[in-house]
């Protein structure tokens, strides 16, 4: 039996198109990796392209927040733009514009929800409003510890919620 599977073997590395095929392939992955390096800059790339940013500036024009139709886009196209102004701060492979989206995005959003949105709460927009301030006063001093305390606290917090959900499935 081993004999048989040594002469198969045998037959199908004697052939010249096996080479071929492993050389193609293996040259593909080379090439897909070099233009993945060039095309993403190892694995950074900037979220707000300048054409996107001409296009959603000319749509916001078109816009109207208060016609009900629009408002959703307005709010999206508008939080947008404004992440956009606050990422312009930053140089792009720095810590502070890397949070931007993930501690911001989310505030900026609410924020116009409440301004532009159908209820409208004058409220909750100067609370949003302080909240942005106050994270953007983090980034300026460049206090990257108040970011990863505050992301230790939530993650402790949800530890502590599965652990609870743990105990009161097993009973």
Known sequence: ????????LIKI????????????????IILTNCIYKFFYHSGSYDEYSDNYIEYAKEEIKKLDPNKPSDTKMYIDIKSTLDMYELAQ??????????LLSVQLAKFINEKNTYLYGENKEPQKVKEMEQTITEILGKLEEGDWKYFANK???QAKTELASLEEQKTKTRR
């Open 1 to 8: 039996m081993s004999r048989l599977i040594k002469n198969e």
């Open 151 to 153: 992301d230790l606290e």
């Open 13 to 28: 590395f004697k052939k010249k198109s096996i080479y071929i095929t492993l050389l193609i392939v293996l040259s593909f």
């Open 89 to 98: 701060k930053y140089e792009a492979n720095s810590w502070q514009r890397s």
